[in-house]
């Protein structure tokens, strides 16, 4: 039988490795971390059975889709604590932090010249997947894509599963065997091979070190071509950061998490998407430390598939099954969904129900209609709306349960839907630091039905499940959320 980590290995080319190259290359795009990283993992696996050394490669573009202070910010001080991290070390790591455009993809096409492979992470969304489509026919050696981002590995499902409940019976199926196969927390440990790499000749006079560049993250990125605008949070983009705010989650939110992680007010949530984004943090050891948590006595012989259901399967703490479902089943379904849809962006991705209720509506009349600025100045009639769209404008993230209701609403106050699709797409992926990520998409197109079934039928709506403010104002405690975030500091 296969190991259940084979299903984690794309192969990109039908190119060979090339023997006589100076070193493997990982080119480290997206699970920007060097503990409990398979992609990591493999790369050393290959340096060791070619005894070659290994080249961590990490860089970031300047004209990424999105590019601004806030995101570009967060990047570098990852890539900064790394770079002290293996300061001391025999590790080979290049950083690269490009200040004209297209020199990224170049530096990558000189470095892969030299190499006996090509190792990427593997990911099924934004510039990641097409780089991993395109770039690998480009050069002439292998290029392998290793999945790192969940659990469940993605070569696990042959197709897109279209409820959460079908992907969690996948889950509960394979669960045991994934997570007891666990990426290694240090993989660059088992290297072997510690020779000091040969690059390109001129490769660092073309493309200089980061080093200096990272002692000044700020004035760096003032001087780019990207947006200004979108400012740089106090959420600092490391995995230290990362770490310190799992332990408090789980000291203070996580026993309160089934009841209240829907209240702005309590925190109740671990607010770690935007490290999982940036790959900071791998999911393995959330679910690891919270499953530590389980009361005392229980194991994992406790677990027991449950058909798909969201409760039963784990078996212990009410608050760490509810948590376990949405970072394991909600992270991961969108993952396996955008692998087997290159058109996960897109409207006609939806499923038939929703384009045949949603053509039937198309023309209802409308109460209120915005145009993209408006939403995003945080202008509208709805003091609710308006509040969830300054703590993302301002801080970079927003809290769930008023996700919800913000996408929803964008869709009831557009003049059309593929707009009112566009626009959230871009709002989200415009301010918010877990942006740009599998689950933008899923979240996006959730609002608009996916993984969802259908509702009562109403006007605009159609059959899609349907939210208002009156509602969540009474379902939720969100004094202090509003004082915060409310319309008159909103709109200064
Ligand atoms: C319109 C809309 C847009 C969204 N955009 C994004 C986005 O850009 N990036 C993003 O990561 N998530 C997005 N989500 C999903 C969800 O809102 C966030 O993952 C969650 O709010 C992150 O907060 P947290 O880390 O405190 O979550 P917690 O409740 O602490 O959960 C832990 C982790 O589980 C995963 N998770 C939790 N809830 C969901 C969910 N409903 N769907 C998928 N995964 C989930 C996330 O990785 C999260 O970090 C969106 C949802 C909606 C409705």
Redesign the pocket.
């Known amino acids: 039988m296969k190991n259940i980590n084979s299903y984690r290995k794309f192969k990109r080319n039908d190119k060979e490795v090339n023997p006589d190259g100076e070193y493997i290359l990982y080119w480290m795009q997206i699970n920007r971390r060097l503990q409990y990283n398979y992609a990591l993992e493999y790369a050393v696996a290959l340096a060791n059975k070619y005894d070659k050394p290994l080249l961590i490669y990490e860089s970031v573009m300047v004209n990424y889709p999105w590019a601004s202070d806030r995101f570009h910010a967060f990047l570098l001080e990852g890539m900064k604590e790394h770079l002290h991290e293996l300061k001391d070390t025999d590790v080979n790591h290049y950083c690269y932090a490009e200040q004209e455009a297209g020199t990224v993809e170049q530096s990558f096409y000189d470095l892969a010249e030299n190499a006996v492979a090509v190792v990427a992470d593997e990911y099924p969304v934004y510039i990641i997947r097409e780089n991993n489509e395109i770039m690998a026919d480009e050069i002439d050696v292998l290029y392998i894509s290793v999945d790192s981002n969940g659990i469940i590995p993605l070569g696990i499902t042959d197709k897109d599963p279209y409820s959460a409940y079908l992907f969690r019976k996948v889950m509960q199926k394979h669960f045991l065997e994934a997570y007891t196969h666990p990426p290694k927390k240090d993989p660059i440990d088992d290297l072997e091979n510690h020779k000091k790499t040969k690059l390109p000749d001129g490769f660092e006079e073309k493309y200089p070190r980061a080093d200096k560049i990272l002692e000044d993250i700020p004035g760096f990125i003032s001087e780019l071509d990207i947006d200004h605008e979108i400012g740089i949070t106090e959420k600092k983009g490391t995995r230290q950061y990362a770490l310190g705010k799992l332990g408090d989650?789980i000291a203070h939110?996580l026993s309160r998490?089934d009841e209240e992680?829907n209240d702005p007010d309590a925190d109740a949530?671990?607010?770690?998407?935007?490290w999982?984004?940036f790959g900071l943090i791998s999911?393995y050891e959330?679910v690891k430390a919270v499953l530590d948590h389980q009361p005392k006595g229980w194991d994992l012989d406790d677990i027991t598939p449950n058909n798909g259901k969201n409760s039963g399967f784990f078996n212990g703490d009410p608050n760490v099954e509810s948590?376990l479902d949405?970072?394991?089943t909600?992270?991961?379904?969108?993952f396996h969904f955008a692998h087997h849809r290159p058109d996960y962006d897109q409207f006609e991705s939806l499923p038939d129900w929703v384009l045949k209720t949603l053509s039937k509506h198309q023309d209802d009349e409308r109460e209120w209609v915005y145009e993209l600025e408006e939403f995003a100045q945080s202008k509208t009639h709805d003091e609710i709306w308006n509040a969830a769209q300054t703590q993302l404008r301002q801080t970079g993230?927003?809290?769930?349960?008023l996700?919800?209701l913000?996408?929803k609403k964008i869709i009831e106050w557009t003049k059309d839907y593929r707009t009112a699709l566009d626009y959230?797409i871009e709002l989200?992926?415009r301010y918010?630091l877990?942006?740009?990520?599998?689950?933008?998409?899923?979240?996006?197109f959730?609002?608009f039905g996916r993984f969802d079934r259908a509702w009562q039928e109403r006007p605009i709506y159609g059959k899609l499940r349907y939210m208002t403010s009156d509602s969540t104002r009474k379902k939720l405690k969100l004094d202090r959320y509003l004082d915060k975030y409310g319309s008159q500091k909103s709109l200064l």
């Open positions: 989650f939110g998490y992680r949530a671990s607010g770690l998407s935007p999982l984004h999911e959330i948590f949405e970072v394991i909600w992270r991961e379904v969108g993230i927003m809290q769930n349960y996700r919800m913000w996408g959230m989200n992926n918010a877990d942006g740009r990520d599998p689950n933008s998409y899923s979240g996006i959730w609002c």
